[in-house]
């Protein structure tokens, strides 16, 4: 019996070994977690007890014995209570990515709301079976009011999914496509399941979605920066290498943000990192998707693009400007801020360095920091 029950939830099986690997890696690596990483621990956990509690619930599924009768309603039992708690868990882990704001994830207590719904139809269950029953001859069966588990479960995923998109423009945009895979792939499993009874897909599809999630969200690599997550020095000197190597066109814009130092004396580095994170989203969306956008350090920005005109480049700060005055950036600093904008060219067949073409663009980023009459530059600077 053992080895057909292996044979049988194998997908279960193999995916908790994955769940249990990924929580053994993010324990090894020792990190300082976060509230949101904190959270990704918790829905690992969770995933992994549905998945036992799944594969118990089948493993007793038509055994004879009053005892396999009790041990396969206990599992069912729980496990139908439990369902939508990962949706709640998951809703306040995308909340805290996308608004770094714990109180109003109190608020909003922990979105625990489908979980409420599904714990009070849980007790009802027990004495009028609305959400599931299991016969004499041991053998379970879904009643009509178990749609409204899946759907105030999904209702709640699609709700965060529209609101991560919503915010598309303040986020780092890993954090809609997180979103939105991991809605994704746990419907694929629940269709599957809820038409194909006794096919276990909703807990694998939910983990394989955790997975992807991790990958989205919680790793950060060395070519991004933490922060602003754009690309950082160390990448953008081997791209500015490797098209010099190959004789490529293009130019190079070095910008700083004006004034920036008064935003961390005032208000502290965590709302000066989220200026910065917002100024980098707004350079995100100014240059297009064959320009390189880095955090070159501190509050200067480094941008790599293929246009080779002053008037391509001048309508680039243009639209910097704009974005700027842009309120859908929420955050009240970022309009009082200005910008230092300068440039240098890289032509076919041209000897600059590298080092030169970063001395150029800085140089007249500092020169047109003089003209905004913000000429402050630091002792030691170039």
């Not at 714990?102 to 709301?113: A, E, F, G, P, S």
């Not at 009802?124 to 009509?144: D, G, Q, T």
């Not at 790599?304 to 950036?329: C, F, G, Q, R």
Request: proline share 2%.
């Amino acid at each position: 019996m053992g080895f057909d029950i292996f044979i049988r939830y194998d997908i279960n099986i193999y995916t908790g070994i994955l769940l249990l690997t990924m929580l053994g890696i993010i324990y090894l690596k020792k990190d300082v977690y976060s509230f949101s990483t904190k959270m990704f621990k918790v829905i690992l956990i969770t995933n992994l007890i549905m998945l036992v509690l799944e594969l118990l619930s089948w493993s007793f599924e038509g055994v004879s014995g009053q005892l396999a009768w009790y041990l396969n309603y206990i599992f069912n039992f729980i496990l139908v209570l439990l369902t939508p708690i990962i949706a709640c868990f998951w809703a306040s882990y995308i909340d805290h990515k996308i608004f770094n704001s714990l109180d109003r994830i109190k608020k909003r207590h922990h979105y625990l709301y489908p979980f409420y719904i599904g714990a009070v139809m849980s007790i009802i269950n027990i004495f009028y079976p609305i959400l599931f029953s299991i016969n004499e001859a041991n053998v379970y069966s879904r009643e009509p009011f178990i749609w409204i588990n899946v759907i105030t479960m999904y209702s709640l995923l699609g709700y965060l999914t529209v609101v991560a998109y919503k915010y598309r423009k303040v986020v780092n945009q890993n954090v809609f496509l997180g979103v939105a895979v991991f809605l994704f792939l746990p419907a694929i499993g629940a269709i599957f399941q809820m038409v194909f009874l006794g096919v276990l897909l909703i807990w694998p599809m939910f983990a394989l979605g955790t997975v992807v999630a991790y990958i989205f969200l919680e790793t950060v690599g060395t070519s991004r920066d933490h922060v602003t997550n754009l690309f950082t020095r160390v990448k953008t000197d081997e791209y500015l290498k490797n098209l010099v190597d190959r004789q490529n066109e293009f130019s190079v814009i070095m910008i700083d943000l004006d004034k920036f130092k008064e935003v961390n004396d005032n208000f502290g580095h965590k709302e000066g990192d989220n200026v910065l994170k917002a100024f980098g989203i707004i350079l995100t969306n100014v240059f297009n998707k064959d320009s390189l956008v880095s955090r070159f350090g501190g509050d200067e920005f480094l941008i790599v693009t293929h246009s080779h005109t002053d008037k391509e480049l001048l309508e680039y700060k243009k639209a910097i400007s704009k974005e700027l005055k842009n309120p859908t950036y929420l955050n009240e600093h970022l309009k009082s801020l200005y910008f230092s904008f300068g440039y240098s060219f890289f032509k076919k067949n041209d000897s600059k360095t590298i080092d030169e073409l970063i001395v150029e663009a800085d140089n007249k980023m500092y020169e047109d920091k003089a003209i905004n009459k913000n000429f402050k530059r630091r002792k030691g600077d170039r």
